[in-house]
């Protein structure tokens, strides 16, 4: 962690979470982390969802400028999100102006309802809208059994569309938005806050748990090939520590991607159908990732009905 990073504990005491075995965090505000000036970021429980982590698995955050807040997707529920205005309004009084989703999944935007007495502009990816319209009943649904319907929530649908990039200004601060073609998912959006270098890169980076694939095997490694060259020295992934340095915090996760490209196109090459790719693509991966056997056959799988269409 750079040397300006600080911890900020706010009306808790339970132990910082990182993506190695982190445990539940049931607690009214959330525990954030200064990783450059201004730029806090709240790490996510590395697990699935449970009541008792709220579906808070998702590294989420804020950034402060001189005249308001931005946040950095909402949380993954109604619990968490309340959870993580309550972080901020421990910080700064400054109007929370925008609040930014980059992508659809649930551990990213159930949150979003929380901040909505604050009146922000709600911020996405110009394909989020019908992303959201075509999954989140689902989501709820599955999402409400784990956590019960009080803390569950709704996402919020955008009220600001990115297409291609876009800039907002926190007063002193600029943040340059960023909508990917299809990748992780195909709502992918990021943010590079200009003052601090750091990029906020949403799932589009994984780190220490195995990345899922939502989107496209293809469109990842090109997106991710091109984001090394983003104007950042820090990166906080959508999953992992609160920062990693870029762009060689993308290196483990650029490996995987090729190697399962690799893998998948050796088995339809090879005649092999779609349960063998699942059982063996990338296996040499398993030790280097949390929660790999949850979600590496389900990667090979989504890859395997790319890539033999090549």
Request: net charge negative; aromatic share 6%; glycine share 8%.
């Amino acid at each position: 962690m750079c040397a300006a990073a600080m911890s900020v504990v706010l009306t808790t005491t339970w132990l910082f979470a990182v993506c190695q075995g982190a445990q539940a965090m049931a607690a009214s505000t959330a525990h954030v982390t200064q990783v450059a000036n201004g730029d806090f970021v709240r790490v996510g429980d590395c697990a699935e969802a449970t009541a008792e982590n709220r579906d808070g698995i998702a590294n989420i955050g804020f950034i402060v400028g001189r005249d308001a807040v931005a946040v950095v997707d909402p949380g993954g529920s109604l619990a968490d999100g309340e959870s993580l205005r309550a972080a901020i309004r421990g910080i700064t009084k400054l109007p929370i102006r925008y609040v930014i989703m980059t992508h659809a999944h649930p551990d990213h935007v159930f949150g979003g309802a929380a901040f909505k007495q604050d009146h922000p502009a709600f911020v996405g990816h110009w394909r989020l809208p019908a992303a959201l319209a075509s999954r989140a009943a689902y989501d709820h649904a599955r999402l409400a059994a784990v956590l019960g319907n009080t803390a569950t929530g709704w996402p919020v649908v955008p009220t600001m569309l990115v297409r291609d990039t876009t800039t907002l200004d926190l007063g002193s601060r600029q943040l340059t938005l960023q909508a990917h073609k299809a990748a992780h998912t195909d709502t992918d959006l990021t943010i590079v806050d200009q003052t601090t270098a750091t990029l906020w890169a949403g799932d589009l980076l994984f780190v220490g748990r195995v990345p899922a694939l939502d989107g496209s095997l293809a469109g990842w490694i090109a997106e991710l090939t091109a984001m090394r060259s983003l104007p950042a020295s820090r990166a906080v992934p959508g999953h992992g520590p609160a920062e990693v340095p870029w762009p060689g915090g993308a290196a483990d996760e650029l490996r995987y991607l090729l190697t399962m490209r690799h893998d998948v196109r050796a088995d339809i090459a090879a005649g092999r159908d779609i349960p063998e790719a699942a059982a063996t693509a990338a296996s040499n991966e398993r030790s280097k990732w949390a929660l790999f056997d949850a979600y590496n056959g389900r990667n090979a799988t989504e890859a395997y009905r790319e890539l033999q269409w090549e």
